[in-house]
């Protein structure tokens, strides 16, 4: 079975990082991509940004460049997203979401630019 | 990059057909057949219900479908059922590797 099987809650205080983990099973780890999204209590979805679990290059959305670092450790089947001097704002659940994709054995892995497995999510409480 | 525009709501009753819009620019909707959509319930993870623009997952149920038209893409369901009542997101490909969601919609079955 696909599952993507996210770290416990966290509680932080302004100005602290947090590291979230997402480990990942019932799939080949390297060959999908994997992205993290975020939702404040009662907002809507926000991407944050992408990681290749081959290759560990990162693409990261404008609003996070300066605070945010994925990676990941093959030897686990884990990517990580750590996010720093958290603020009040950053209040949310932030999941790892896998990028959908089709695989034939003449043409390999073809990328849908969709998220077709959701991990649990993960709330980041930000509170002084 | 700004989020894709949604309307926070629409409704309608059992067995009726609605339409959600997903309004973006030519930056993303309009410069890619790479818009998918969501279905959440509350406390839940999104649902994947449709990707590049008109197809569906195995699974989904062919009374969801999605249509773009310029820098809008839309996603319609018909023969409207209670467990639909949930909230929609649409998400288009933005180019240079990132994405953008859109708002939300909530939709009502009345």
């Known amino acids: 079975q696909v599952l993507l099987l996210q770290s416990g809650a966290e509680v932080k205080k302004p100005g602290a990082s947090v590291k979230v983990s997402c480990k990942a099973t019932g799939y080949p780890f390297t060959s999908y991509y994997l992205h993290w999204v975020r939702q404040a209590p009662g907002q809507g979805l926000e991407w944050m940004g992408i990681?290749?679990?081959?290759?560990?290059?990162?693409t990261y959305a404008q609003e996070f460049q300066d605070r945010v670092t994925m990676t990941r450790d093959t030897s686990t089947s884990t990517v990580y997203m750590e996010l720093r001097s958290l603020r009040s704002e950053d209040t949310a659940v932030y999941s790892c979401?896998?990028?959908?994709?089709?695989?034939?054995?003449?043409?390999?892995?073809?990328?849908?630019?969709?998220?077709?497995?959701w991990g649990q999510g993960t709330l980041v409480t930000v509170s002084s | 990059q700004s989020a894709l525009t949604q309307p926070a709501s629409v409704s309608g009753s059992p067995g009726q057909s609605i339409t959600i819009s997903c309004a973006g620019t030519?930056?993303?909707?309009?410069?890619?057949?790479?818009v998918s959509w969501y279905q959440q319930h509350p406390g839940k993870a999104p649902k994947f219900l449709i990707y590049?623009?008109?197809k569906r997952p195995s699974g989904v149920s062919n009374r969801f479908s999605g249509s773009k038209s310029g820098n809008t893409a839309s996603l319609t369901i018909s023969g409207l059922q209670a467990e639909d009542e949930a909230d929609y997101y649409c998400c288009s490909y933005a180019g240079s590797t990132t994405w953008v969601f859109g708002g939300g919609t909530k939709l009502t079955v009345l």
């Open positions: 590049e623009v008109t």
């Open positions: 990681i290749n679990p081959s290759s560990g290059i990162t």
């Open positions: 030519s930056s993303d909707v309009g410069s890619y057949d790479l």
């Open positions: 979401v896998r990028e959908a994709a089709d695989y034939s054995a003449s043409s390999g892995y073809y990328y849908r630019r969709a998220f077709d497995i």
